[in-house]
């Protein structure tokens, strides 16, 4: 048995998790933050047989594609000293997933 965990966009998580209980996968959600745009995301552990991992994983890729989103870095305050003159709009590669598979010495579901 394998854990997997995916941390993936806020936008994606109601996607990625109704596909996966389509599935007949179980899955935790945790709400986490971090990346570039500090942006919300979520962890998502997902129990697998380590035949069904593949198939997690392709679930996941499909409802997580990664697209380009127009941003501008706004100038902010830190303290009294304005931070940040630049607010160029910039193109950053946004969606996608990361994930990583642990394997599962014992697992009980009671």
Do not use: W
Not at 49 to 76: A, F, R, S, W
């Amino acid at each position: 048995m394998k854990l997997v965990y995916a941390i993936v966009r806020n936008d994606n998580e109601d996607d990625v998790v109704s596909q996966l209980t389509q599935h007949h996968y179980s899955v935790t959600r945790l709400s986490t933050t971090g990346g570039f745009l500090k942006k919300g995301n979520t962890t998502l552990m997902i129990g697998a047989e380590d035949d069904k991992v593949q198939e997690v994983i392709d679930v996941i890729k499909q409802e997580c594609g990664q697209h380009q989103k127009l941003t501008v870095n706004m100038p902010y305050i830190s303290g009294t000293t304005m931070v940040n003159y630049a607010t160029m709009p910039m193109t950053v590669d946004v969606g996608g997933a990361t994930i990583f598979v642990i394997n599962v010495d014992r697992y009980e579901k009671i």
